[in-house]
């Protein structure tokens, strides 16, 4: 019966630090997400400006190097402007359609949704700014979720285990 108590007490305690490890882990993939976008625009920006390739044919190719949720974005962005949308809507509703799934903030979607808004509506060495502007609001947004991934991630692992032995200890 101890032996019991004992085992069901350990796989209390495993189960908050695993639960605390999830939280820690959805912070070290925001860091990711990041990093991924700020791959995309840069390479958006130096196929659109430099090579002067049209944006539709830029995403393209940017699924072949993107990865995870950017790469679904840029080829279901590609797949609407196929279909003659509006480029700002097509964005928008892309970035939406990705949003729960995503481990972004709002605060790290504005900089994204602002740029949707801009596209199209002036030529190519504009567009490069914008996407380069993006850039750097997001270098400042991933810069902060690595700060946190770190201070947040031992935090969230140690407030699972001690939660899990708390529990643990009650049961007992």
């Known amino acids: 019966m101890i032996a019991l108590r004992i085992a069901l007490s350990l796989t209390i305690a495993l189960a908050g630090f695993e639960i ?11 860091v990711l997400e990041i990093a991924a976008w ?29 990865k995870g949720l950017v790469r679904e974005f840029a ?3 590609a797949s609407r402007l196929e279909g003659h949308v509006l480029l700002a809507e097509a964005w928008r509703t892309e970035l939406e359609r990705l949003r729960p799934r995503s481990c972004l903030t709002a605060d790290d979607t504005s900089p ?8 199209g509506r002036f030529g190519r060495d504009e567009h490069r700014g914008f996407f380069l ?6 270098e400042l947004q991933r810069r902060a979720a ?18 899990g032995v708390a529990l643990a200890l009650v049961l007992l």
């Open 112 to 119: 994204l949704l602002e740029l949707g808004e801009q596209l």
């Open 20 to 30: 605390g490890s999830l939280l820690a882990d959805r912070q070290r993939r925001r």
């Open 75 to 77: 080829a279901g962005l």
């Open 38 to 66: 700020q791959a995309l625009l840069a390479m958006l920006a130096s196929d659109v400006s430099y090579s002067a390739v049209p944006l539709g044919q830029a995403l393209r190719s940017a699924t072949r190097s993107a």
């Open 133 to 138: 502007r993006c850039q750097e609001r997001l």
């Open 146 to 163: 690595a700060d946190e991934s770190v201070r947040g991630g031992r935090m969230w692992r140690t407030l699972g285990a001690v939660a």
